[in-house]
């Protein structure tokens, strides 16, 4: 602009002071005529109104619920907590009337919040009850039987052993009694009310492990804070999810075990559940897999043992190459390292007595 100023300035030259202001007046209008507005670039918010309508719909969409949001009844919601390895909580509605209150019509139920509405309500602990399968349950359902677990369906292994052999089979599970129509259960029943610890009178909310053990309860007249059931409740499922990492690999190991020894691999069969023998290794074990696991390896050595004895009779009869055949095998089928110890000690002493005589 200035340029284009001093251009017309230079060749006016010697002109008189009314043609100089013309001239300026002149250049200033050519200069002006560079400062008209661009048009706005495509990437111009301004010139796509369309996409900046279409940000505020975006930020609107709802997002997705998760997992155990809803309030399920006892028995699909147990089904989730068997198959999912996740906690539970039980929540137990009893009808009752507001303090003060009019008493309702009849047939209603009475139009109270329930005693821990505000805990269940509250933001902060909506992240924690996604880790829960949530169950609601009525005073009608504590005495009813406590519902058993669905056996799993036949496995690969179960239907048929390697080589054509066929599986062997398995005792039926017992199934809860039904009581009859108009009597109580029987005292060899368990009942929701015995298995949770709960009565018909008060309200509860009860939270369970994957394992279905009552852990926290609590109970109509001594509510807990809300930080309260946040901290127990985060640590509760933090505790579950460590228990339940460790099922799932060591379950996995039993099963592989189970199948091997039912197919005559008992070295196998062995090897896949002696490293969980230890007390250490059990430690993030839950109660009932660390009974299966110690069962089985009680099984495997009650088999060791007996093979054991068979190579003590032979040894007794003075058949000394089938004791030191038989202790071979006890080594190699059964690899934990007090049996192969005491295998390999027996197995010396068919040795010498078959060498020296003695």
């Known amino acids: 602009m200035l340029r284009a100023s001093l251009d017309v300035r230079r060749s006016l030259r010697g002109v008189g002071a009314a043609s100089l202001w013309i001239a300026m007046a002149l250049a200033d209008g050519l200069a002006g005529q560079e400062k008209e507005p661009k048009p706005a670039p495509k990437d111009n918010p301004a010139a796509k109104p369309k996409e900046a309508a279409k940000k505020p719909a975006a930020a609107k969409a709802k997002p997705k619920s998760g997992p155990g949001l809803d309030w399920l009844g006892l028995e699909p919601g147990l089904a989730q907590v068997r198959t999912r390895r996740l906690p539970g909580l039980i929540l137990l509605d009893v009808p009752g009337e507001p303090a003060g209150d009019p008493p309702p019509p009849v047939g209603e139920a009475p139009p109270r919040p329930h005693f821990l509405q505000d805990v ?33 369906k036949a496995g690969k292994g179960e239907k048929a052993g390697a080589k054509g052999k066929a599986a062997e089979p398995k005792a039926p599970e017992p199934k809860a009694a039904e009581p009859d129509a108009g009597e109580a259960p029987g005292a060899d029943v368990l009942t929701v009310s015995g298995k949770l610890g709960l009565g018909g009178q008060q309200s509860a909310l009860v939270a369970i492990s994957y394992w279905e053990d009552p852990q926290l309860t609590y109970k109509e007249g001594n509510p807990p804070t809300k930080s309260r059931a946040r901290e127990e409740l985060t640590r509760f499922w933090k505790v579950n999810g460590v228990y339940a990492e460790v099922a799932r690999r060591v379950e996995a190991d039993v099963e592989k075990s189970k199948y091997a020894a039912a197919n005559g691999n008992q070295r196998e069969a062995t090897i896949k559940i002696r490293d969980h023998e230890p007390a250490k290794a059990q430690t993030h074990m839950d109660p009932v897999l660390k009974k299966r696991v110690n069962e089985l390896i009680q099984d495997y050595r009650a088999k060791a043992q007996k093979a054991i004895e068979d190579g003590n009779k032979l040894d007794q009869a003075k058949k000394w190459p089938e004791a030191i055949n038989a202790f071979d095998k006890v080594m190699t089928d059964f690899p934990f390292q007090d049996i192969q110890q005491q295998a390999n000690k027996r197995k010396g002493e068919c040795l010498r007595k078959m060498t020296v005589g003695f």
């Open 120 to 152: 269940l309500t509250d933001s902060s602990l909506k992240d924690t009850l996604k880790r829960f399968v949530l169950i609601r349950i009525q005073p009608a359902d504590l005495e009813k039987p406590y519902p058993a677990a669905t056996p799993a």
